[in-house]
């Protein structure tokens, strides 16, 4: 029925054209976005997945940060480590020189004294950010009475959610006691470089005193040698003396060896960190890019229908004109 109050294919071709024009907006939307799932309303589950795991990304992306400190610390305090291990090896190798019959001892021993202040001079200067892993207060001192104490110095390693959406953060620990310090700060004398030895009763920081070879008697009295008949064997002060240092450089290689384990680890963590955000933001981009083959290829097609559903409302439109010619005849 042809009816001029009602054009019904107009009408059809009219509700066609809003449709592919809506069609054509979303697409268009992703083309210039990238995404197909941009706001909560094209997909609310995506969506909030998505934010979430954004938002875990960024605090993983400080995370790299942090891991990025903590290895600075680590590697400052090793470096310091293996000088002050090549300092302790040279006076090792300075007291085994002074057994030779007629040696200068006392040019060696202003040798050893420089090498004793390098130590502390190293020890000093293994700082980063504000922290020294090689100089610590690792002692509760009561009285005349030293108890060791560990400070436990933390790396943050990552962050975790779990599937009931707990957060946290795990961390890298690292202790700093008498196996691993090399001064104690606290003055209980607890570090590897200035703990007491031998009997107690001498602090063997490396001080002249301890270390003089210029008077062998005094510090085999020092440290309790046994008096042979006769004078004091300078050769037994020299072993004790020796043996002292070898023990001193056998527990920093130790500690040497632990932080080059921590070394390791943190470079480990920050590979797999940097490997999860990009895992992370693959799989987000999964749930929400758009593929760009698809859209385009969408894109050009509504392109397509939008003016055919034009050129039809066009056509719809001028049937009203068509009755009037009938009128006309």
Same mark, same amino acid.
């Given at each position: 029925?042809?009816?001029?109050?009602? *054009? #019904? $294919?107009?009408?059809?071709?009219?509700? +066609?054209? =809003? @449709?592919?024009? %809506?069609?054509?907006? &979303?697409? !268009?939307?992703?083309?210039?976005?990238?995404?197909?799932?941009?706001?909560?309303?094209? *997909? #609310? $589950?995506?969506?909030?997945?998505?934010? +979430?795991? =954004? @938002?875990?990304? %960024?605090?993983?992306? &400080?995370? !790299?940060?942090?891991?990025?400190?903590?290895?600075?610390?680590?590697?400052?305090?090793?470096? #310091?480590?293996?000088?002050?291990?090549?300092?302790?090896?040279?006076?090792?190798?300075?007291?085994?020189?002074?057994?030779?019959?007629?040696?200068?001892?006392?040019?060696?021993?202003?040798?050893?004294?420089?090498?004793?202040?390098?130590?502390?001079?190293?020890?000093?200067?293994?700082?980063?950010?504000?922290?020294?892993?090689?100089?610590?207060?690792?002692?509760?001192?009561?009285?005349?009475?030293?108890?060791?104490?560990?400070?436990?110095?933390?790396?943050?390693?990552?962050?975790?959610?779990?599937?009931?959406?707990?957060?946290?953060?795990?961390?890298?620990?690292?202790?700093?006691?008498?196996?691993?310090?090399?001064?104690?700060?606290?003055?209980?004398?607890?570090?590897?470089?200035?703990?007491?030895?031998?009997?107690?009763?001498?602090?063997?920081?490396?001080?002249?005193?301890?270390?003089?070879?210029?008077?062998?008697?005094?510090?085999?009295?020092?440290?309790?040698?046994?008096?042979?008949?006769?004078?004091?064997?300078?050769?037994?002060?020299?072993?004790?003396?020796?043996?002292?240092?070898?023990?001193?450089?056998?527990?920093?290689?130790?500690?040497?060896?632990?932080?080059?384990?921590?070394?390791?680890?943190?470079?480990?963590?920050?590979?797999?960190?940097?490997?999860?955000?990009?895992?992370?933001?693959?799989?987000?981009?999964?749930?929400?890019?758009?593929?760009?083959?698809?859209?385009?290829?969408?894109?050009?097609?509504?392109?397509?229908?939008?003016?055919?559903?034009?050129?039809?409302?066009?056509?719809?439109?001028?049937?009203?004109?068509?009755?009037?010619?009938?009128?006309?005849?």
């Amino acid at each position: 029925m042809a009816s001029i109050l009602t *054009n #019904a $294919a107009a009408m059809a071709a009219l509700q +066609t054209l =809003r @449709s592919i024009d %809506r069609s054509f907006e &979303t697409t !268009q939307a992703r083309v210039s976005s990238g995404l197909k799932v941009e706001t909560a309303a094209d *997909n #609310a $589950a995506y969506w909030s997945i998505a934010t +979430t795991m =954004r @938002s875990d990304n %960024r605090a993983l992306a &400080t995370v !790299q940060d942090a891991l990025g400190l903590g290895a600075a610390k680590i590697d400052t305090a090793y470096a #310091a480590m293996e000088s002050a291990i090549e300092v302790v090896q040279e006076i090792k190798s300075k007291l085994v020189a002074a057994y030779g019959v007629g040696t200068d001892r006392s040019k060696i021993q202003e040798e050893i004294n420089q090498l004793q202040q390098q130590l502390k001079s190293i020890s000093e200067s293994a700082s980063f950010s504000g922290e020294n892993w090689l100089q610590e207060d690792i002692s509760d001192v009561t009285g005349t009475t030293a108890t060791p104490v560990t400070v436990t110095k933390q790396v943050v390693a990552s962050f975790i959610r779990n599937a009931s959406g707990t957060v946290g953060v795990t961390t890298v620990d690292y202790p700093l006691n008498e196996d691993t310090v090399l001064f104690d700060t606290g003055g209980g004398n607890l570090g590897i470089l200035d703990k007491l030895a031998m009997n107690g009763t001498t602090s063997l920081d490396f001080s002249v005193v301890t270390l003089d070879i210029t008077d062998l008697g005094t510090v085999a009295l020092q440290l309790d040698i046994a008096e042979p008949p006769g004078p004091h064997d300078d050769v037994d002060a020299l072993d004790a003396m020796t043996q002292f240092v070898d023990e001193q450089l056998e527990a920093m290689t130790s500690a040497a060896s632990s932080l080059g384990s921590i070394q390791s680890r943190i470079d480990m963590q920050e590979d797999f960190v940097a490997t999860l955000i990009d895992t992370i933001d693959t799989g987000v981009g999964r749930l929400v890019d758009a593929d760009m083959n698809e859209e385009s290829t969408r894109l050009k097609a509504l392109q397509t229908q939008q003016q055919l559903a034009i050129q039809s409302l066009s056509i719809a439109n001028t049937n009203s004109q068509n009755i009037l010619q009938l009128f006309q005849q």
